[in-house]
């Protein structure tokens, strides 16, 4: 029996979302569980997949299209069903033969200090017979728009080659190409009026919605959250010799980040009124630690949650931080891995970044930045000698967290990272 397949809310208190690939094309069938989609929110791909066999009898939206919650995006039947009035069918589930969805011009992007005109990347709509303006308008890419405005180009001269006879940055090009030719045609040297200085070259690097999401979500951090920002030094030796140690065992790799994350929960047990986030009406406590850890990817900074550290064995913290990380960076995490947590753990150390501090990701209470390891004369009963040391710079939302607590968390944590062996208690 034919149902239709609507746009799941993916994420919470979410509207809308785009619908990123069809994996399973029309007159396919799928087996229960399989993936249909993929659908992209700001943060996560997520894979919608079905809750019984069936087959593919019609997609409704192009991938690309930004799809209401609850909007139909295809529909489904029984395994090998065959429909011969695929129209009526339609009609009788209240679905349209084409769903008219397009991927929208996006507007809430930075803009040009001098013009005040959007920067934009362009997006094409879906196919469909080209036309010219629609009562009067001229269907235009916001860039195309402002890069025609600054030569003094008319859109209603320049033929659009997009959908919908849309003129796209690429038709604005060849219009100002086109104009510098024919002046060149006619002008003489002497007849050439003055050229404004030419601007610099460069390239725009359209945002991706991850990059977008992350850059909306630690400006209202700023906004928002008080930060302030407590910092440690800590002796590396012990933390480098316990690692050396479990790495001698072939089936386990430790890295230093673990130790550390292993080391925040364990802080957090101890310190439990730092294990909170702030919410308007209460500040709230967990029973578990879970922990944001940072990923860089291609397509900007995740924070993947990983739950209830402090019960993790340190082998099992490893492998999850590790499939965590490559399933962020292949673009695979699931919604619900990038919510929760009450603190996150970010290191540049690799990048021989010796302290830095961090904006906190909301709505997590805390983040704490790792510096590189790094040798310096250290006192030692009061000899200098030489010495490892890892500089540590926690922010904290002061709302749910004073400065005396985080104090005291901070040298829990570095108590722990400097004996080591209690992280594995």
Known sequence: MARVLRMPGVAANATEAVLAEWLVEESGDFAAADAIATVETEKAAVDVEADAAGRVLKTLVPPGAQVEVGDPIAVLGEPGEQVDDLDALLASLGVAAATDVVVPERRDVPSDPESAAPLAEEVELPESPPGGPVNGRVFASPLARKIAKDHGLSLDEIAGTGPRGRVLRRDVDAAVAASRSGERGFETVAERPPQPARAAAFEEIPHSRIRRATARRLTESKRQAPHFYVRATVRAEPLLALRATLNQDDSLRVSVNDLVVKAVAAAHVR???????????AVRRYAAVDIAVAVATDRGLMTPVVRDVASLTLSRLS?????????????????????????????????GVEEFAAIINPPQAAILALGAIRDEPVVEDGVVVPGQVISLTLSVDHRPVDGVLAARWIAVLKELLEHPARILA
């Open 271 to 281: 310190v439990p009124e730092m294990n909170v986030t702030w919410t308007e009406d």
């Open 319 to 351: 492998a999850t931080v590790g499939e965590l990380a490559e399933r962020a960076r292949d673009g695979k995490l699931r919604q619900d891995d990038l919510e929760g947590g009450s603190i996150a753990v970010t290191n540049l150390g690799m990048y």
